[in-house]
């Protein structure tokens, strides 16, 4: 089946820092990527969408200007964290629609665990 | 507005014991259903899914039918095990292009 890889899928920082978590789809083409971040009660918090070659749509409530989404090729799409501070510790996740796929039919990555100290 | 609306948990059960996870929805137009898994550590997982009424989406012994009448998706296994632990996130999608609905999650617990 269709693969999505998350790197890195642990990182630690200092606060103040940047952290850039990259998805990439392995064996297909996505149009489109979500992201996510879950926290500790398993509740899964839609961020962003990206589209390829174009700005990503944000959700309520998240900053743009702190969760930095680029979707910069069919195959890969990167969440910055910058100016990291412990409150952005979580558990981040992407997602890819394929372009052959149907609505919902979603590939996950692994998953990245930032703690920021 | 669009949304799911799934049991909470955690659910704690024996093995081989028959699971039911409930999942309702309310949506504008003609949604497709999703079941997902989480297994620990891990990314999610599509389960098992179904596109238009009365459809079963089946796999790995789980089911779910779509039923627009009750606007249901519940998630049935007659017989669970103790690798069946995760957690379980029932969804909608609407259009192609857009971006999916989550229910909050179902953690489940196998005892052995």
């Known amino acids: 089946g269709a693969v999505v890889s998350q790197h890195p899928s642990r990182v630690i920082c200092k606060s103040g820092t940047s952290v850039k978590i990259e998805c990439r789809s392995l064996?297909?083409?996505?149009?489109?990527m979500f992201w996510y971040r879950q926290f500790p009660k398993q509740s899964l918090m839609l961020m962003a969408t990206s589209n390829e070659g174009s700005k990503a749509t944000y959700e309520q409530g998240v900053e743009k200007d702190k969760f930095l989404i680029n979707h910069a090729s069919l195959t890969l799409s990167t969440l910055t964290v910058t100016s990291a501070h412990p409150e952005d510790s979580s558990f981040y996740i992407c997602?890819?629609?394929?372009?052959?796929?149907?609505?919902?039919?979603?590939?996950f990555g692994e998953g990245s665990r930032l703690t920021v100290l | 507005g669009n949304s799911v609306t799934q049991m909470e948990g955690p659910v704690t059960l024996s093995e081989e014991a028959f699971l039911t996870i409930n999942c309702t929805y309310t949506?504008?137009?003609?949604?497709?259903l999703f079941w997902y898994v989480q297994y620990p550590g891990e990314g999610l997982q599509l389960l098992l899914k179904a596109t238009k009424a009365d459809d079963k989406g089946s796999n790995k012994g789980f089911e779910a039918t779509y039923r627009k009448e009750t606007t249901s998706f519940h998630l049935e296994k007659g017989s669970v095990q103790v690798s069946d632990s995760a957690v379980y996130f029932c969804?909608?999608?609407?259009?192609?292009?857009?971006?999916?609905?989550f229910g909050k999650g179902t953690r489940l617990h196998i005892l052995p």
């Open positions: 997602s890819a629609q394929s372009l052959a796929g149907g609505p919902g039919e979603l590939f």
């Open positions: 969804a909608l999608g609407l259009n192609r292009d857009d971006k999916i609905i």
């Open positions: 949506a504008t137009g003609y949604p497709s």
């Open positions: 064996d297909f083409q996505a149009t489109t």
